[in-house]
C-alpha cells in the first residue's frame, strides 16, 4: 500500500470489497486461535458484508456494536474501559448522564480512546480478533467502507477488476488444456455471441411494464436499463412515501436539505442524522452518497421536486452513461454490401504434431466412452468387459496394436462372410442347398461372435484364466497366448465357459439384477441456489443486528411474558424475534449436562446474549433428553435447575431459558390463532337467508375482547371454532353453557364425565353420571361424547318419552362407540326415574357429515334441534361458516 502511495502521490487509493469480506471471512475461519465456536463463525462471516457495504456511519457502527457482542457471547470478559464505569441496558460503557461515551476509530461506544498509549493497554484486553480488526482494517476503512467513499464515483463497481464477474462462462468453454490458437479462437467466439445477444436486447422493440411501478416509473423503465431503473425506484419509493426533510435556500439555485428523523431506532432511515445535503437546482446535482457515486437522482432531488410541485418528480436530465438511448447510438448496424462479394475456402494451415496435452485428451475421452458403456452393464457383463479391457491395456502398453487391427480385421471378414450365407436369393443365383454347407467343425470352426484365433483351443480375446463356479469369485491363473507375440507375457484374464458346459437354469438358482448406476460424491449445488443461501443468511444476520440495537433479548422477553401483556401490547415486539435455522442434515441432538459437571471450555449463554428462540421441534427434544438425564440419576433426585442443555452449534442454556422459549411459542400460537381470526371474518357472507332464530349481526369489535387477554391465557382455546377448527371440550362446553344456562327444561352433561370413547372401551365416571341423573328435574339431557378425541358424538335423552337418543353426523363406526355409553345410561335412568328408557339413533334433515372437522358443529345444531329450534335442512359451506360465526359470537360476548 506505501508503494501505491508514493508512487501515486495524491490519488485516492480504494480496496476492493470482494477481497476485503474474503480476507476476513479467512480470518474468522481460523477457529484453533480465535476459539469461536460454528455459530459465531457464521454470524461474523454474515456480518461482514454489512459492515463492508455501511451505507452510513450510524448502520456502520450498530453492526460494529453487534461484531463485539458476538465475539463476546459466552465470555465473562469485561473491557478494561468498562470496569467501574456505568452502563447502559446492554452493558455499553456511559457517560454520568447516561450517554454513550465515544469510540476509537469506528465513532461506536465500545472503547475509550485518550492517547495512543493507553489504545496499547487497552487492546491487551480485547480478543484477538477484535485487536486483529482495529489494528488491521478499522484505521483504513475509508479505503473499503461504503460511506467513507461518498465522494468517489464508482458507479456501482467495487472490485478491482468488473470483468472477472463472466469468468465463470468463460471458463465454461476454455481449459487449461487448450493450445493457445484454440483458446483464442474459443474467445473470439464466445464474446461474438455475447455482442449479439447484447446488441439484440439492446434493439428489441419492446414496453416494459411492472406491477408496482407508477406512470413515472413506468416512463423511466423504458428509458434507462433494468438495474438502473431498480435503483432509482427504492430512492422514488422513499422519497414519495415515509421520508420527512426540511429545506432551505441558503444560496440562490441552491437548496439545503436535511433529514427530520432524529431517532436512533430509525433503522431503515436512508441518511445520517443531523446531516445536511446540498442540492444544486439548474442541473438536479446532490451531494449525498447515492449520487456522488452512481450519478442517478436521489431520494433528495426527488422529494424536492414532489415539494416544489414540478412536472414530473424525476428530473429529465439523466446521466448519458445510464441512458439507452446512449448506448444505441455506439452501435452501428451493419448494412448490406452494395459492392460484388465471392465466396472461397480458407487456405488450410499444415497439419503439426500434437503436444502430450493433446494426446491425453483425445485419448481420454475415447476412454470416456468406455467407462460410461461399462458403468451401466450388469456385474457378470462387467467382469468380462473389464477382463478383456485389462488385455488391451497389455497390448497398449507392449504397443502391440496391430495384433488388434488383425484381430478386427479377421473379425469383420467373418461376419462379412456369415451375412453373404444368410442373404436372401436373387433370381439370377438359385438358392443354396442345405447340405452344401460344411457338415465338419474343421471347415467352418468359427461361431459367428468369436474371434479365429490360432491357438489348441478356441480362444477370445480376454481370455486366459478360469472361473469358478461362484460368479463372484474368479482366480486368475496367467496363460500364454500367441496372439500376443509372446509365450512369457502373463494376461490377467478368466477363461469363458463352452457352451456345451453351461447347465441348464433351475428355478432354485440364484441371479442378479444390474442395479442402476447411482451418482457419486456431494450432489452439485447451482450457484444461483449457493448466492441465495448466502444472501438469506445475511438478511438474518442484519436482523440480528437490528436486534442487539433495539436492546431486545431473551431478557425482555422474560420480563414481557412473565407480566400482564396482551396481543395489544406486545404483538409488535414479539414478531421481531426470529428463529434458529437448523440444516435438515446438519442438526444434531441436543446433549444434557449436569450443571456441576459442565466441561469447562463450555460457557452457558445468558439471556441478555441471545435474541433468538429455538424451534418446537428442538425443544422436544431438549425435553426428552432432560427427562432422561433425570431417570438416569432418579436416586440421586436430580432437579431441573441443576441441568444444562447444550445445542450443538449453538451454545449452553438453562432450563429457564428454555422455559422462556416455551412460553414465546405459546404466545405466538395464541397471536397466530387471533391473525386467524381476523382474517377468516371478514370472510362470512352476512347475506345468507337464515331462520331469524338463527341470525347474528356482523360485530367489527367482535375480537377486541381477545386482544386486551393475557397471551398466557386460556382463553384462546375458544378459537379452534374459527374457520376449519376442530371444536374441542372447552369451546363446546362453554357455547353449550351460552345456550342452555338460563333453561331450566336442559340439563347439560359436560363431557370431562366421560372421558375418550375408543372403541367399545368407556373411561366413564360412574359415580359422577348417576349423581347427575339421579337428580334430573328438566325434560331434556345432553351429552356431548368425544370418540378416540377426533370426533364428537352426541346422546340426548327424552325424559318425557323415555328414550335415549344417540346421533353420528358421519354415520359412521363411531355409533356402535355411543350405543355401548347409551346402553351403559339405561340402567342409571331406570334407577332414579324407576321406568324403563330404549336407546334409538336420532334422525336429522341436516343430511350427513361429508368432512372430518365439522362435527361438533352438526352436534351443536343437534342440540339446539332437539330443544325445540326451528330446523336448518342440509347446509352448504357457506352457511357452516356463518353458523361458526355465531357461536363464535356467543363465546364473546
Known amino acids: 500500500m506505501s508503494v501505491l502511495e508514493s508512487a501515486f502521490a495524491g490519488v485516492r487509493i480504494l480496496l476492493c470489497q470482494f477481497h476485503v469480506i474474503k ?181 428489441k422493440i419492446k414496453i416494459v411494464h411492472h406491477a408496482f411501478y407508477d406512470k413515472e416509473m413506468q416512463n423511466m423503465a423504458n428509458t434507462v436499463s433494468e438495474h438502473a431503473c431498480s435503483l432509482i425506484y427504492e430512492q422514488y419509493v422513499y422519497a414519495v412515501g415515509r421520508a420527512t426533510y426540511s429545506f432551505y435556500e441558503g444560496i440562490p439555485g441552491v437548496m439545503f436539505i436535511k433529514s427530520l428523523e432524529h431517532d436512533e431506532d430509525a433503522l431503515d432511515s436512508l441518511d445520517e442524522p443531523n446531516q445536511e445535503y446540498n442540492v444544486d437546482m439548474e442541473n438536479w446535482r446532490c451531494s449525498c452518497m447515492f449520487m456522488s457515486t452512481r450519478l442517478l437522482p436521489c431520494r433528495h432531488v426527488l422529494y424536492l421536486r414532489k415539494e416544489l410541485k414540478k412536472e414530473t418528480i424525476i428530473p429529465p436530465q439523466l446521466h448519458p452513461r445510464w441512458l439507452l438511448t446512449t448506448l444505441r447510438a455506439s452501435f452501428t448496424i451493419p448494412e448490406v454490401p452494395d459492392k460484388p462479394f465471392r465466396i472461397r475456402q480458407i487456405v488450410r494451415s499444415e497439419p503439426t504434431d500434437w503436444d502430450a496435452n493433446r494426446k491425453f485428451r483425445e485419448a481420454k475421452q475415447v476412454a470416456n466412452t468406455i467407462s460410461n458403456t461399462m458403468s451401466s452393464l450388469g456385474m457378470r457383463e462387467y467382469r468380462e468387459a473389464l477382463r478383456t479391457l485389462t488385455s488391451v491395456a497389455e497390448l497398449f502398453k507392449h504397443r502391440q496394436f496391430h495384433e488388434l487391427d488383425r ?26 442347398e442345405p447340405d452344401e454347407f460344411p457338415t465338419e467343425p474343421d471347415e467352418f470352426p468359427f461361431e459367428p461372435n468369436e474371434v479365429p484365433v490360432e491357438v489348441e483351443r478356441p480362444l477370445e480375446l480376454g481370455e486366459g484364466s478360469t472361473v469358478s463356479d461362484d460368479p463372484l469369485i474368479a482366480t486368475d491363473e496367467p496363460v500364454t497366448s500367441p496372439v500376443l507375440g509372446s509365450n ?19 428355478p432354485d438358482d440364484d441371479f442378479e439384477i444390474a442395479s442402476p448406476v447411482r451418482p457419486r460424491g456431494r450432489p452439485k449445488q447451482k450457484a444461483s441456489a449457493k448466492k441465495a443461501k448466502k444472501n438469506r443468511e445475511i438478511s438474518d444476520i442484519h436482523h440480528d443486528s437490528n436486534m442487539f440495537h433495539m436492546n431486545l433479548n431473551l431478557s425482555v422477553l422474560t420480563t414481557l411474558l412473565r407480566e400482564d401483556h396482551t396481543f395489544n401490547s406486545s404483538e409488535k415486539t414479539l414478531r421481531e424475534y426470529r428463529l434458529f435455522v437448523f440444516e435438515k442434515k446438519q442438526s444434531k441432538q441436543p446433549i444434557a449436562h449436569r450443571k456441576s459437571k459442565l466441561p469447562t471450555k463450555k460457557t452457558v449463554l445468558r439471556d441478555e446474549e441471545v435474541s433468538r428462540i429455538l424451534p418446537k421441534d428442538m425443544l422436544r427434544k431438549c425435553s426428552k433428553k432432560l427427562s432422561a438425564l433425570q431417570s438416569k440419576h432418579k436416586d440421586q433426585g436430580l432437579r431441573e435447575e441443576d441441568i444444562l442443555l447444550e445445542v450443538p452449534t449453538i451454545g449452553v442454556f438453562t432450563t429457564k431459558t428454555l422455559t422462556t422459549m416455551r412460553n414465546y411459542h405459546r404466545a405466538m400460537d395464541a397471536i397466530a390463532q387471533i391473525d386467524k381470526a381476523i382474517v377468516w371474518t371478514k370472510t362470512i357472507c352476512f347475506d345468507t337467508e337464515i331462520d331469524p332464530w338463527y341470525l347474528v349481526e356482523e360485530d367489527e369489535r367482535l375480537l377486541d375482547g381477545l386482544k386486551d387477554t393475557r397471551l398466557q391465557s386460556t382463553g384462546f382455546e375458544i378459537l379452534d371454532i374459527v374457520g376449519r377448527g376442530n371444536f374441542s371440550d372447552a369451546s363446546l362446553s362453554r357455547i353449550l353453557e351460552k345456550l342452555y344456562s338460563s333453561n331450566s327444561r336442559v340439563v347439560v352433561v359436560t363431557p370431562d364425565l366421560f372421558g375418550w370413547v375408543v372403541g367399545r372401551k368407556v373411561t366413564m365416571d360412574t359415580e359422577g353420571v348417576e349423581a347427575i341423573l339421579s337428580t334430573i328435574s328438566g325434560e331434556c339431557v345432553i351429552i356431548p361424547i368425544s370418540c378416540n ?65 365439522n362435527c361438533g358443529l352438526f352436534i351443536l345444531l343437534a342440540f339446539e334441534h332437539f330443544t325445540g329450534a326451528p330446523s336448518l335442512g342440509r347446509m352448504d359451506k357457506k352457511l357452516m361458516m356463518y353458523l361458526r360465526y355465531r357461536y363464535l359470537c356467543m363465546c364473546l360476548h
Open 23 to 203: 480476507y476476513l471471512s479467512e480470518e474468522i475461519a481460523k477457529g484453533d486461535e480465535y476459539g469461536f465456536n460454528p455459530w459465531q463463525k457464521d454470524q461474523l462471516r454474515g456480518i461482514i458484508p454489512l459492515l463492508v457495504n455501511a451505507k452510513s456511519e450510524r448502520e456502520y457502527n450498530k453492526h460494529r456494536r453487534y461484531v463485539h457482542r458476538i465475539i463476546t457471547v459466552g465470555s465473562a470478559r469485561r473491557d478494561r474501559s468498562s470496569v467501574g464505569q456505568p452502563t447502559d441496558s446492554v452493558g455499553q460503557p456511559t457517560d454520568s448522564d447516561g450517554n454513550p461515551t465515544t469510540t476509537a476509530g469506528c465513532g461506536s461506544n465500545l472503547f475509550v480512546r485518550e492517547d495512543e498509549e493507553e489504545l496499547d493497554q487497552l487492546e491487551e484486553t480485547l480478543h484477538p480478533f477484535e485487536s486483529y480488526f482495529k489494528r488491521n482494517w478499522e484505521n483504513c476503512k475509508e479505503k473499503w467502507c461504503s460511506y467513507e467513499r461518498q465522494n468517489a464515483v464508482t458507479l456501482g463497481n467495487d472490485t478491482n477488476n468488473r470483468l472477472e464477474a463472466s469468468w465463470k462462462q468463460i471458463k465454461d468453454i476454455v481449459n487449461s488444456f487448450m493450445q493457445l490458437d484454440e483458446c483464442i479462437a474459443s474467445l473470439m467466439y464466445y464474446q461474438s455471441i455475447a455482442e449479439k445477444q447484447f446488441v439484440n436486447q439492446l434493439f
Open 407 to 432: 484381430l478386427i480385421a479377421d473379425t469383420q471378414s467373418v461376419q462379412t462372410q456369415l451375412q453373404d450365407n444368410e442373404s436372401p436369393t436373387t433370381p439370377d443365383q438359385p438358392p443354396t
Open 488 to 506: 512369457e507375457l502373463p494376461i490377467d484374464t478368466a477363461e469363458r465357459p463352452s457352451e456345451g458346459d453351461v447347465r441348464p437354469i433351475k
Open 789 to 853: 378425541s377426533n370426533h364428537w358424538c352426541a346422546i340426548m335423552i327424552d325424559t318425557a318419552k323415555r328414550i335415549v337418543y344417540i346421533y353420528n353426523a358421519m354415520r359412521s363406526s363411531y355409533q356402535y362407540s355411543v350405543r355401548v355409553v347409551a346402553e351403559k345410561l339405561t340402567p342409571m335412568l331406570a334407577a332414579s326415574t324407576g321406568e324403563r328408557f330404549r336407546v334409538q339413533t336420532y334422525e336429522s334433515d341436516m343430511g350427513v357429515q361429508l368432512d372430518n372437522y
